[in-house]
């Protein structure tokens, strides 16, 4: 039953079932991350001597719980560790799930001689699924428009530059998996036509989604984040 509704929903043109897809990638700060590094990858307290170079670089923060920060680079020119919180944090309007840093080595040694690694990236940030061409996406319910039969009513705000358009017929649905238990969304947006486009923000544009049957008590989740997480109203 589950084939046949995930073939229906792309025949529909609702996206590619996300048992269909191939393998995602992810991506933090714009760089990939394998996500076997969150499971198997080695902690940074096995950093060998770039690493720990690194750690001592220009305006890199104090990293004090090593053994919870994963290596996702360790080269002579490059360090990239991240790290899973155990609970999801508010960084000013995000909602974010992992800590990433980035420390690169460029420029002539330091006035004491050490190797002049140099901040490169630092914060926080949500494993999002690469989409490709299109641009990633902030998903919530609709609290104007209660679901009705079987659509799902959402808000979708584009996160890339797009002089604060409206992102009303650009939305696309990437991949939709529905399940006794939950309805899987990834949901993407081509990006805005033009070269140059501030980064104002955007608004929320009103989306809506057909299902198989209505949510009734399922969960919808947003599978463009890894974990996934539930969406809900703004």
């Known amino acids: 039953m589950k084939r ?8 529909a043109g609702c996206g590619t079932p ?33 690493g720990r170079a690194a750690l001592k670089g220009h305006e890199v923060r104090p990293v004090k719980d090593l053994d919870k920060w994963r290596i996702v680079e360790e080269t002579g020119e490059r360090v990239a560790l991240i790290k899973e919180f155990d609970e999801p944090e508010e960084r000013g309007r995000a909602t974010v799930t992992h800590d990433f840093l ?34 990633v996406a902030e998903v919530a319910l609709d609290p104007a428009k209660p679901g009705i039969g079987n659509s799902l009513h959402l808000l979708v705000t584009e996160q890339a530059c797009a002089s604060g358009q409206s992102a009303d017929g650009r939305i696309r649905v990437v991949g939709l998996e ?15 036509p033009g070269d140059l486009h501030n980064c104002l923000g955007n608004p929320a544009t009103p989306y809506t989604v057909e299902l198989s049957r209505p949510l009734g008590d399922r969960v919808p989740r947003d599978a463009g984040l890894h974990p996934m997480r539930e969406i809900v109203k703004p």
């Open 4 to 11: 046949i509704v995930a073939l229906l929903l792309l025949v």
């Open 18 to 50: 996300l048992a269909d897809a191939a393998e995602p990638t992810y991506t933090c700060h714009d760089r990939p991350i394998p996500l076997d590094v969150m499971s198997t990858g080695r902690p940074a307290s096995q950093l060998g001597p770039d």
């Open 102 to 135: 980035v420390v690169e080595r460029f420029g002539p040694p330091a006035a004491d001689g050490r190797p002049s690694w140099h901040m490169r990236s630092s914060g926080g940030c949500n494993l999002q699924r690469d989409l490709g061409d299109l641009g």
């Open 178 to 192: 529905e399940t006794d238990r939950d309805v899987r969304l990834v949901i993407g947006v081509e990006r805005a």
